[in-house]
């Protein structure tokens, strides 16, 4: 009995699970009738509906729940989605071709190139070598990397050539885990290629004279497609399967950069770990094995692109938002490998002002959010609640506020923030979307709104580790010029200060963080800057007009032996150079502040931090000041001669000229001066002002844009006055400002 029972269970694992499904709806009685049992359950549960007296149960609320069924569910969509593609593979690589290109690599870290024209020798034997194992190579752990170092002294006709190449299996190389770097590598350089292509500064090689070494390189001097053709090839070929490689490891990181290309984006350092361009697990691997890449200059910064990519990127983002339904684009928003690519998207579709209308991708994301902004749906409520205390979907949604139109950030601060804020400020993850939300408001109404919901907690945000959100508000404040007062009165609350005297300390309270009633007890020598307390103090000092009178005055009171000492410190060094080089604070109020100080220029010269405090003001100085400064600065040229900085500043205010001949460097400094008054009347003041205003920050530790704006006009600024520039002659400073 015990065997036959063993048999059976064995045959039903094997496949007799159909046989029984099938003898389960017939069975036979004691006498032998066949009965149709799905008949007689039908009968009982009548039976038992009567007995019940008619019990009906309630319908279930489907609008209250986070699952819901899809009508409009494939089973053939299913299955696509399911589809696998395996990774290329082409064997393993001859070890006599690894050691050649291991021997490569020694050379490129010896740079044994004297020439050009040896490192470009080099180059073409290198491809000689590997000519018909190319794609083989690129599947190789340390040969795709050494081959990555090689195409960054390659030639735009070798990138072409290897670009072609990798299009014959682009999809099983684009998921394959280092064949994926290489193309990532080759897409990035193919964009610096594109703009000598444009300029018409590419060509093929020249076919040489001897025809021996005609024959020689025959093979790799070919007619090739452009790199125009060969993105725009690549393109289309990875748009087909576009919603697969956004959920591959390896391949998400391929089409963040081949959007970057298309779109002409600044495209951020690979060997930076911020950077999205490579995991950081990959940065790290490249640069123990052979220290960080070259990141090309044209790079850093936006590049024209042809019309064609324009079509292409709009196509692509139409193409990839049909094919993904609702459901599959909000899984990405919480993919920790799909999410930055969806975030891209997100960027360029709102950069072609396609994302405010109905079944953008953006509206997908919000479920509905982007066509009805006031309508009630408790389960996008609920989905967008998770998203915002998940370590993924707050990124997500700190890209969603950052495009997102006045309407629909107002409805997501309504819908999620509005009376939780305290609660979302003190999350992990979901503080750095309070942050996004506050430095995106839109308008000075929505501002306003945040201020005096936010202001009774000031307190707790910032003796609490949440200072950022504070940040947040007060630069808004800065960006949309409004709110000022709300601010300061708000830190008064928060601080402790009440009465004026209290308030004369408002300084130190934001410099070291702490309320009034805790600095008092405090030795002072002993107390430590807080870097986002002297980040509020520096937004603040940018507010316009009498606003930022409460720091000043609270500036002007303090012990100016205190004072000094901040000059010597890397965050309290930057609340004076704030103050020098802030648009909103006059020129009279700048010299009361250096005359604080006395005259003790040689010791600010001599220190490491001061010394970027005295360049800041000698920039503004007038000539009579720069004059007083240089005979202080004579008393002490033995000691600034032997301090670092102090030799260069001795050098930059030119004090050996002043001693040979007076004034001829009083000549030059009104020289200077009369250029000075002439560029600012030409700008205009106002506009300065503008231009100076500091961007929002996005998050912690993130930067838009325009945060590049006013430090290039500076230096336009500078070059075109002559300033003397400290910056090259002072220590580079390590300050990392961010939360």
């Known amino acids: 009995m015990g065997t036959d029972v063993k048999r059976k269970t064995r045959r039903g694992k094997r496949g007799g699970e159909s046989k029984r499904q099938q003898n389960s709806a017939i069975t036979k009685t004691s006498d032998g009738v066949d009965v149709d049992m799905e008949e007689t359950q039908k009968e009982d549960t009548g039976i038992k509906a009567a007995t019940d007296e008619g019990y009906i149960a309630p319908p279930m609320d489907t609008g209250d729940s986070l699952f819901f069924i899809d009508t409009n569910a494939n089973p053939q969509d299913i299955e696509e989605s399911m589809e696998k593609i395996s990774p290329a593979s082409y064997g393993l690589v001859n070890p006599d071709l690894q050691n050649y290109l291991k021997g490569c690599e020694e050379m490129l870290d010896d740079s044994r190139f004297e020439t050009a024209e040896d490192r470009e020798i080099f180059v073409n034997n290198v491809f000689s070598e590997i000519k018909n194992y190319e794609l083989q190579l690129t599947t190789d752990k340390e040969c795709s990397r050494i081959l990555e170092r090689v195409f960054f002294i390659s030639s735009d006709y070798q990138i072409r050539r290897f670009l ?185 579709e709102a950069e072609r002002r396609k994302s405010d209308a109905a079944g953008s991708l953006l509206d997908k994301c919000l479920m509905g959010l982007v066509a009805d902004p006031k309508g009630q749906n408790p389960r996008r409520d609920n989905a967008l609640r998770m998203l915002i205390e998940d370590i993924v979907g707050s990124h997500f949604l700190q890209t969603v506020v950052k495009v997102a139109s006045p309407k629909v950030l107002q409805a997501v601060y309504e819908s999620q923030i509005h009376g939780r804020v305290k609660a979302l400020a003190f999350h992990p993850s979901a503080n750095f979307v309070v942050q996004s939300v506050f430095s995106n408001a839109k308008n000075e109404r929505q501002l306003k709104a945040m201020i005096e919901e936010t202001a009774p907690i000031f307190g707790d945000l910032l003796f609490n580790s949440r200072p950022g959100v504070v940040r947040a508000l007060v ?172 030799r260069f500043v001795l050098r930059n205010c030119r004090v050996d000229q002043y001693k040979r001949r007076a004034s001829e460097w009083r000549e030059r400094e009104r020289g200077l001066e009369r250029k000075k008054q002439m560029f600012q009347d030409i700008l205009g003041n106002k506009a300065v002002a503008a231009n100076a205003k500091p961007a929002p920050a996005l998050s912690g530790h993130q930067k838009s844009a325009n945060d590049v704006k006013p430090d290039s006009l500076k230096k336009k600024q500078a070059k075109k006055v002559s300033y003397p520039d400290f910056s090259l002659c002072c220590r580079q400073r390590v300050r990392k400002l961010t939360f």
């Open 164 to 348: 072609s190449l990798m299009r014959e299996d682009l999809i099983r190389l684009a998921v394959h885990r280092f064949s994926s770097h290489v193309l990532q590598t080759l897409l990035l350089l193919s964009a610096v290629s594109l703009e000598r292509e444009m300029r018409g500064e590419t060509k093929d090689f020249e076919m040489a004279d001897d025809e021996d070494e005609q024959k020689e390189h025959q093979a790799i001097r070919t007619a090739l497609p452009t790199i125009e053709e060969l993105i725009l090839e690549l393109t289309k070929s990875l748009t087909e399967k576009w919603s697969y490689l956004m959920a591959n490891e390896f391949a998400a990181h391929v089409l963040h950069v081949l959007m970057l290309v298309l779109s002409g984006r600044v495209i951020e350092d690979q060997n930076s770990r911020s950077s999205s361009v490579r995991s950081k697990r990959s940065t790290k691997y490249v640069e123990n094995k052979s220290g960080a890449q070259d990141h090309h200059p044209s790079l850093a910064k936006e590049r024209e692109t042809p019309d064609s990519f324009g079509a292409a990127l709009k196509k692509l983002l139409k193409t990839t938002n049909g094919a993904m339904s609702d459901i599959v684009v909000r899984s990405f928003a919480t993919n920790v490998v799909g999410s930055p690519v969806l975030q891209l998207m997100l960027e360029l």
């Open 475 to 646: 630069d808004s404040s800065i960006r949309l010029d409004a709110g000022h007062i709300e601010i300061i009165n708000a830190l008064y609350g928060g601080l402790g200060a009440k009465s004026p005297e209290e308030r004369r300390e408002l300084i130190n309270l934001l410099a070291f963080l702490m309320p009034y009633q805790r600095f008092v007890k405090s030795d002072y020598n002993r107390l430590a800057f807080n870097i986002q307390g002297s980040l509020i103090i520096q937004a603040i000092l940018q507010f316009p007009g009498t606003t930022n009178e409460p720091v000043l005055e609270s500036f002007f009171s303090q012990n100016p032996q205190n004072i000094f000492t901040w000059c010597q410190d890397p965050s309290g060094s930057r609340i004076i150079e704030a103050l020098f080089t802030s648009p909103s604070v006059s020129l009279a109020t700048k010299k009361k502040a250096m005359e604080h100080f006395g005259s003790r220029y040689a010791e600010l010269a001599m220190d490491k931090y001061g010394s970027h405090i005295f360049e800041k003001y000698w920039a503004i100085a007038e000539v009579d000041s720069k004059e007083a400064i240089v005979q202080e600065l004579i008393k002490s040229e033995t000691k600034l001669q032997d301090s670092y900085s102090g």
